[in-house]
């Protein structure tokens, strides 16, 4: 390692297929000038170094009965290792979680991700053996689109998506780590009412962006 990787800030971005960068509707994957980890490295500029861990359908710490390899506790660990030492590590997951399938409350969600919170605190992942930084994103809600197909899918998930928010933002407090709220201001596809537009990553891209320069102010 040269003086200058060392020197690099490392931030892990760890979230479901809006990380990951699926196209609304599901038709393939945007590429990595416009998905947000994208846009975000561009942001930060040559002092940082975004590292994309996005898989469509990840959960918290639910297995799914249908899809496999899901279970975002499961790979969380394996993944900080590979990793580190890591800077910060952005998490942002639980909107599969409300699918009808796990039926779960929107506190069982938070706790979910406070479980992941707590991991990632008790890891040697940071640098010096310490833990990173978390910054803990709540997931866009979900637009409700007409579609019976995403209604049976998600049921009450629908509506609960917008409580999620502020069960997030009290873990955070919980746990003494950073929160992002993006709230309404990205633009979702209404192909599906789940994924971000090139124009909703941009805008991610950006609220992060002002999030980590207020954590890290040097930088």
């Known amino acids: 390692m040269d003086g200058r990787e060392a020197a690099l800030r490392n931030v892990l ?24 980890t994208g846009v975000l490295q561009k942001l930060l500029g040559s002092e940082w170094y975004v590292i994309e861990e996005g898989l469509g359908g990840r959960t918290t710490v639910w297995d799914d009965p249908i899809e496999e390899f899901k279970n975002g506790k499961t790979y969380l660990l394996p993944c900080l290792d590979s990793h580190k030492p890591l800077d910060l590590v952005i998490i942002m997951l639980g909107t599969n ?7 779960l409350s929107v506190c069982d969600i938070a706790y979910g991700m406070e479980n992941l919170v707590k991991t990632i605190l008790k890891s040697d992942a940071g640098a010096g053996g310490a833990a990173p930084q978390v910054l803990l994103a709540a997931p866009v809600p979900i637009l409700d689109i007409g579609s019976r197909e995403w209604r049976m899918l998600f049921g009450d998930g629908i509506g609960n998506s917008r409580l999620l928010a502020e069960e997030y933002r009290q873990v955070a407090s919980r746990n003494g780590i950073f929160f992002l709220d993006p709230g309404q201001e990205i633009e979702i ?12 990553h941009r805008r991610m891209a950006e609220r992060i962006a002002e999030k980590i320069h207020e954590i890290y102010p040097d930088g």
């Open 13 to 36: 971005c760890y979230g479901d297929s809006n990380t990951y960068g699926m196209i609304p509707g599901m038709t393939g994957r945007f590429p990595r000038d416009v998905r947000w």
């Open 97 to 103: 979680d409300l699918k009808k399938r796990f039926s």
């Open 189 to 200: 596809g209404r192909e599906d009412g789940l994924h971000y537009t090139q124009k909703g």
